[in-house]
Structure formats: C-alpha cells, structure tokens
C-alpha cells in the first residue's frame, strides 16, 4: 500500500493524534496550579522551603527527559502506538497517589510517574504527526500539536482549581486525573494507528532519491543506521546547529520550571483567589497554545531562525516584567508576553531539529532533542530552588530565569542557522561541490 504524507490525505489519524496530546495536556496541566499553591496547607511542605517546594518538579524533569530519549528508540523498534499505550498505563496510579498522599514524598512519586507518562506521550504524538506529514507542514503541524497540549495545560489548571474549591484538593485531582487518563487509553486502544510505516516509507524515497520535497541540509559524516551514542553526540556537541537548538530547549524550560513551582505560590501569597491563580496561569497557557497556530506556520514561511531567537527574548521579558507591578491585570499581562515568547520557540525548536534530522533516525533525534529540553525543567527547578533559597527571596528566582533566557537566545543567535529545507536549498547546492571534496579526502 502506497503511503502518503500530508495533513489532508491523513487528516483522521491526525486528529485522533491531535485528541491525544490534548489529554496529554490535561495530565501534566492537573499538577500545576493546585498542587504547588497548596503545598504548604495541604501536603505538608514548610513555609519558605523553596529547595523542597521544587524538588518535585526536578524529579519530574529528570525522568521526562530520560524517557523521551528511551522513547525515540523504543519506538523505531517497536513502533509509536505501543509506546503511547505504555505512557498511558503508567499514568494510572497518579490520581491515587495524589488522592492518598500523606506527606510531600508521595507527590515527589507521583510526578516521577508523570514524567515517565509524558516522555513517552507527548514524545509519540509529535513523533506521529511528523511521520505522517509533509516537510513544508512542519512547522504547521508542530504548532496544531503544540497548541493542543498547552490548551489542555491550560484548561486543567482552571478546572482542577475549580474542582478543588468545590470538591477538596485531592477528590478534584483524584476525579479529573481518573476521566483523563481512562478516556484517553480508551482512544489510544481504539483508533490511533502505528505511524512508522510512514517513516519507514519516507526514508526509503530518500535512500532511493525519489523524494519530491527539498532535501534539508543533514549533518554530513553520519553512519547509515546510527547508533543511540553517536546521534546523542551528533545532538549534544557535534553538530554546532543541533547542539544551539539544544541547549535553547533546555534552557526555555527554567520559564515552564518557573511557571509550574513559583507563579502559583507567587499570586496566591499577594491575595489572589486559587480560581484567580489559575486564570493567570491558565492565559500562560492559552496564548502559548492559540498563539502557536500561526508561528509554527509561520515558520514554515520565513524560517525557524528568527522565531526561534526572538521567542527566547520575549518569554524571558515576560517572566522579569511579573516583578515590575502589581494586580491581576499586569500579571496576567505578563503571563500573555512569556506565552507568545514561547509560542514563537517553542514549536520552530523542535521543527529546526526535525528539519535536519534524517528520517531514518529522527524519532532517536527527537527523543535526544527533548531528553535535553525536558530536561531543563529539572536543572531549572534545583537552579531556581537554591537561587530563591541563597538569597531568601522568591522573586530571585524570576531574574534568574530571565538572564538565563536571554543569554540562551544569545548562544542561538551565534550558533544556529536556518534549517527550512526549503530555503536553505540553494545553500545546499552550492555547498555540493565542497562536501563532495571533503569527503574525496576522508581515509
């Protein structure tokens, strides 16, 4: 059967697709206003106990990130379906975890379960779409993705913050975590599709050089079928445009880290309502996730360079300007400027990386890609943890994120280049000549 590549001639698949990171979404979005605004009053954690207070959200970082590198190679063994049906099954027991928690250290395993739930979910479903789609709907396709994961962060800080003024902190979470979860290993059983045949498809029109799309420039000197080492090392340091993108998706995180541990504890002490706490937080998440509809298309118009730089820029004077005034309607404010600095990044990170990344080890590519990103919330948290702890403050925890993104942007600007295959294609003609003299001279 002759497989085609499009968002149109596949649209079901990708909306089955599209369903499921939103019930991604709603996972991770059910631990992040309540759990951190009541960690004091509801689950034990001292006053002032910033290092502590963060130590979840650096367990949940640790553990995302290794499982999205597993996850990049498991599923180039096992296919993509199978890996997201794992990640469902081990988010079962976090809404009795949580329900039943009688200190800090059970929240701790339950975000360690989280992590290991959303490195292989979120990993899949992104992986799924680009198997599927054309490289001139990457960047289109990374945003629909992206903004159905935040859209679902976003609406399950609002409702869970609802269902805990109604219901109690942990019968809500218990309530929520339970249909989501359920629901979605239901979907995920029934009718999404394994997507690898795709690649599969797509790597041999390249090895037969029958693709009819512009060929990427891919990092020269790779072995045909590359280990788990030599790509980690290809994304990690080898390769200078792989390695900006990166330690870029590290860095953004410390914002996410910031946003998951500090702001719901930040607004509730200066008297806003759980419910309020949770709408500023929400519109984080709702201009991030609607504002990714037009820059990941975007991007597939002017490039990823650019979006990508500036996004880091803007998030970061987001996150420094929640510490120049005061009320609602500043902080939501801000909250809406690091929203469309991370929708302007966030996607076009991500579709830079599988710009370049050969199809035959994409998935591993992406994993690595994300096990560095995801990892960033974890070093970001400990940073932020220890920085609000030295000094005694909590608001020093913003600066420091604030510097940190600008001098990531920075290291993007000098390292990175334009990746669309489509524009870069002359540059890759008129590079042929030269690669070819350089590999003439390789032993």
């Known amino acids: 059967m002759d497989l085609q590549h499009g968002i149109r001639p596949n649209l079901v698949q990708f909306l089955h697709q599209l369903l499921q990171v939103l019930l991604v979404g709603l996972t991770i979005g059910m631990m992040r206003t309540v759990v951190p605004a009541l960690a004091e009053s509801e689950f034990g954690v001292p006053k002032d106990s910033f290092v502590l207070l963060s130590s979840f959200v650096v367990a949940f970082g640790v553990v995302k990130g290794a499982m999205n590198f597993v996850a990049g190679r498991l599923s180039e063994r096992v296919g993509r379906k199978k890996v997201l049906l794992l990640?469902?099954?081990?988010?079962?027991?976090?809404?009795?975890?949580?329900?039943?928690?009688?200190?800090?250290?059970?929240?701790?395993?339950?975000?360690?379960?989280?992590?290991?739930?959303?490195?292989?979910?979120w990993s899949m479903t992104q992986t799924?779409?680009?198997?599927?789609?054309?490289?001139?709907?990457?960047?289109?396709?990374?945003?629909?993705?992206?903004?159905?994961?935040?859209?679902?962060?976003?609406?399950?800080?609002?409702?869970?913050?609802?269902?805990?003024?109604?219901?109690?902190?942990?019968?809500?979470?218990?309530?929520?975590?339970?249909a989501v979860i359920l629901l979605a290993l239901l979907l995920t059983q029934l009718w999404v599709r394994d997507t690898l045949p795709?690649?599969?498809?797509?790597?041999a029109r390249h090895a037969q050089?029958?693709?009819?799309?512009?060929?990427?420039?891919?990092?020269?000197?790779?072995?045909?079928?590359?280990?788990?080492?030599?790509?980690?090392?290809?994304?990690?340091?080898?390769?200078?445009?792989?390695?900006?993108?990166?330690?870029?998706?590290?860095?953004?995180?410390?914002?996410?880290?910031?946003?998951?541990?500090?702001?719901?504890?930040?607004?509730?002490?200066?008297?806003?309502?759980?419910?309020?706490?949770?709408?500023?937080?929400?519109?984080?998440?709702?201009?991030?996730?609607?504002?990714?509809?037009?820059?990941?298309?975007?991007?597939?118009?002017?490039?990823?360079?650019?979006?990508?730089?500036?996004g880091m820029?803007?998030?970061?004077?987001?996150?420094?300007?929640?510490?120049?005034?005061?009320?609602?309607?500043?902080?939501?404010?801000?909250?809406?400027?690091?929203?469309?600095?991370?929708?302007?990044?966030?996607?076009?990170?991500?579709?830079?990386v599988a710009d370049i990344s050969h199809p035959a080890w994409r998935g591993s590519a992406i994993g690595i890609y994300r096990f560095w990103r995801d990892l960033g919330y974890g070093i970001g948290a400990l940073g932020l943890g220890l920085t609000a702890h030295l000094s005694g403050q909590m608001e020093a925890a913003f600066w420091f994120v604030a510097l940190s993104m600008l001098v990531s942007g920075a290291l993007l600007a000098w390292l990175g280049e334009e990746t669309h295959p489509r524009l870069t294609a002359a540059r890759c003609r008129s590079d042929e000549p030269q690669a070819q003299t350089d590999q003439s001279r390789q032993p």
């Open 313 to 352: 820029w803007i998030c970061g004077a987001g996150v420094a300007m929640m510490l120049l005034g005061q009320g609602i309607f500043w902080w939501s404010l801000s909250a809406a400027v690091s929203g469309i600095g991370m929708a302007l990044l966030y996607p076009n990170l991500s579709a830079a």
């Open 198 to 203: 795709w690649a599969k498809a797509e790597a």
């Open 128 to 178: 799924a779409k680009l198997d599927i789609t054309r490289l001139d709907e990457r960047g289109l396709t990374l945003g629909l993705n992206e903004f159905a994961g935040y859209l679902g962060v976003a609406l399950a800080g609002i409702v869970t913050a609802y269902l805990a003024t109604l219901l109690g902190a942990r019968v809500g979470l218990l309530v929520f975590g339970l």
């Open 209 to 310: 050089g029958t693709s009819a799309q512009p060929l990427p420039r891919y990092p020269r000197n790779v072995s045909a079928q590359p280990g788990s080492w030599e790509i980690f090392a290809l994304m990690s340091w080898r390769d200078r445009r792989l390695a900006a993108l990166s330690q870029a998706g590290l860095v953004e995180k410390f914002v996410d880290a910031l946003v998951w541990v500090f702001y719901p504890l930040f607004l509730y002490r200066h008297g806003l309502s759980l419910p309020e706490v949770g709408w500023v937080i929400g519109i984080y998440g709702f201009v991030w996730g609607g504002s990714q509809l037009f820059t990941g298309r975007l991007s597939d118009h002017v490039g990823r360079y650019w979006p990508n730089v500036l």
């Open 87 to 121: 990640g469902w099954l081990v988010a079962l027991p976090i809404p009795p975890l949580v329900w039943y928690a009688p200190d800090w250290n059970w929240i701790v395993l339950a975000t360690v379960l989280l992590g290991v739930n959303q490195g292989l979910t």
